[in-house]
């Protein structure tokens, strides 16, 4: 991509970032001569209908926008099925790598940032547009500390249908409860969402976290937020309470409008200690005097004796009628699917109450627990409760996009998913086995057992595959692996070490990267200490300069598959001709193939014969 010209204009200098869905790089525009930013859809991604309207998309909702504090579109094109988006160029970071930076935003800054935030959304609410992914990884900061929003990837239109993309819920770390729990969503889901990622700068920590993507949607919906100023006690009183007003539960709590919240954010730079933050309508605030709350609650006290008096007699009489119904044993309903366990319930006079809990041993829709326990007594009509298996619990897909090979593997590994396929892109553009793409997407819906693809970059333009890892195998074991694979080229080397003899301890290349046919593989072993037979080697090579490295092989063959066996590498004492004088030792005898490299050039090959020490 580095050096294309797109829409005969666009003229891409280099990589800026990569995400699941497309690549960010630097480019000039060569009709205004101006720098820009260029989204680019991946091209795998540019033969799906769905991806492409999702991309337009995000062009369209902004591509009317004009605003300081919104990252502009300049233009959206597709050139020979590539399609682009072309965006103001904002030198800097984003908030969220601050945040990681800093821990905590000092207030007045963390202020002024919201307040910029405030800004822009609040004209595209007026344009009728949410954006529904607000966090701080969509928020751009250039070289003056000016924050930009941008990535309006998944935003909706007010006028859009209610019942359209409710499986979009944004970033479950931000998500408003509304949009936790699929119900419609407006303005001041994003004002919930802005309240998070102010919690976030404040603390430098997130008010709800989790690996499930569940357990914290939960929280969300469930969970009172823990006040940012107990997590920094230096917070003022005033922005502590504009931060609770925008995370209340009840939308209807929250701010009206994204200009209110914006006027509460100015009032706190200048009365920090302040009250005009109004959280009683949040807390249930009730300002009747005492006396009358005392009043009220003697009445209902005459009220409920009242009326124990008068049903007590009818519950006596029901409690006597209830010892001559008929006690029923609890079948054993463990392991059933919930419908048959259900029928079975039914059939016997009891009622059923189902509860779901995630489970990796049992099938989604069969019964994990029962309460009452079987074989218990119960009374009929009574009611049991279903512990019934809603699947494996879902966890979040991490972004791994510019980690290695190895680093991302490990990652996915120890949450239960599995890496399927590795494919390789040539990229001068990216580090070479670095992770450029995955799929699934970061923060999508997984469970354990999921396969993951990664795509990984490569400098080099040949056929190349993946180096698998022979580490801890014997020697005969990794050769034999790496000759299924395809290569062919191996040197062993034997440095000290304390693991089996023969076992191979590290690899060049490693495990992942992608490699030619062609190339060397070098396997580093654990020594074997018993080598019996030995060869006097005497010769002499010619080298350039003292700097010279002299590698001497021995050649042998296992299973036709040809070992070089690396004696030794000195470097050479001196330029001119030099002396080799070097007793070889092997585990076996014979004649063997003998050869010298200077400087990695094959200088002398020639056949030697090794005999047993003892028969001197």
């Known amino acids: 991509m580095i050096g294309r010209v797109l829409g005969g204009r666009y003229e891409v200098l280099e990589a800026i970032d990569s995400g699941g869905m497309a690549y960010v790089y630097k480019a000039h525009c060569r009709k205004t001569d101006d720098t820009v930013a260029v989204k680019v859809l991946k091209d795998k991604f540019s033969g799906s209908a769905e991806y492409v309207k999702r991309f337009k998309k995000e062009a369209e909702a902004v591509f009317s926008l004009e605003h300081e504090n919104i990252v502009h579109v300049k233009d959206i094109g597709c050139d020979n099925g590539t399609y682009y988006m072309v965006m103001e160029y904002i030198p800097g970071c984003t908030l969220k790598k601050l945040i990681e930076q ?61 019942d359209e993309e409710k499986e979009v819920i944004g970033s479950v770390y931000y998500v408003s409860p509304e949009q936790a729990r699929g119900d419609n969503v407006d303005a001041r889901t994003d004002i919930y969402s802005l309240g998070i990622l102010i919690y976030e700068m404040l603390t430098g920590v997130l008010p709800y976290t989790g690996d499930q993507t569940v357990s914290v949607a939960l929280k969300h919906i469930n969970e009172k937020i823990t006040p940012p100023i107990e997590k920094n006690p230096a917070l003022s009183k005033s922005v502590n309470n504009i931060v609770l007003k925008a995370t209340s539960k009840n939308k209807k709590d929250r701010y009206r409008s994204m200009e209110a919240f914006k006027e509460d954010l100015v009032h706190a730079l200048v009365d920090p200690t302040g009250d005009f933050v109004d959280l009683r309508e949040i807390y249930q605030t009730n300002d009747t005097p005492a006396v009358n709350k005392h009043k009220w609650w003697k009445i209902g006290v005459f009220i409920v004796i009242a009326a124990i008096l008068v ?37 016997i006079g009891l009622n059923t109450q189902i509860v779901f809990e995630s489970s990796k041993t049992v099938d989604e829709g069969f019964v994990i627990l029962q309460n009452p326990q079987a074989g218990a007594l119960v009374m009929k009509d009574n009611t049991v409760t279903l512990t019934v298996s809603s699947g494996p619990s879902a966890l979040l897909m991490p972004d791994v996009t510019g980690l290695t090979l190895q680093e991302a593997t490990d990652t996915i590994e120890s949450m239960g998913l599995i890496l399927v396929n590795v494919t390789y892109e040539f990229q001068n553009d990216f580090p070479a086995g670095n992770v450029i793409s995955q799929m699934p997407e970061m923060d999508s819906e997984v469970y354990a057992g999921n396969a993951v693809d990664f795509v990984v970059s490569t400098d080099i333009e040949e056929t190349v595959v993946p180096m698998p890892k022979v580490t801890e195998m014997t020697i005969d074991q990794a050769v034999s692996t790496l000759s299924e694979y395809g290569f062919s080229q191996f040197y062993v ?29 070098d396997l580093y072993i654990s020594p074997v200490q018993q080598k019996d037979f030995y060869a006097l080697f005497l010769d002499q090579v010619d080298v350039p300069d003292k700097e010279s490295k002299i590698r001497i092989v021995i050649v042998t063959q296992q299973n036709n598959i040809v070992i070089n066996y690396v004696a030794g590498v000195d470097q050479a004492p001196n330029s001119g001709v030099v002396p080799i004088e070097k007793d070889l030792e092997f585990t076996s005898g014979g004649t063997k193939l003998v050869k010298v490299f200077v400087n990695n050039i094959e200088t002398i090959s020639r056949e030697v014969n090794f005999v047993k020490r003892d028969s001197e």
């Open 311 to 347: 049903t007590v007699g009818i519950t006596l009489a029901s409690i006597l009628s209830k010892t001559n119904s008929q006690k029923l044993s609890m079948p054993d309903l463990s392991g059933k699917d919930v419908n048959s366990a259900s029928q079975v319930l039914g059939s």
């Open 493 to 521: 080397f034997e440095p000290e070490s304390d693991l089996p003899e023969g076992t191979v301890i590290d690899q060049f290349p490693a495990q992942g990267i992608p490699t030619s046919y062609n190339d060397e593989i």
């Open 102 to 162: 800093s821990s905590a935003i000092p207030e007045k800054n963390a202020i002024l940032f919201a307040i910029q935030i405030c800004s822009a959304l609040s004209v595209a609410h007026r344009r009728g547009i949410i954006h529904r992914d607000i966090k701080p990884h969509n928020i751009l900061l250039d070289n003056d500390k000016n924050a930009k929003v941008t990535d309006f990837g998944i935003a909706k239109s007010l006028s859009t249908s209610q």
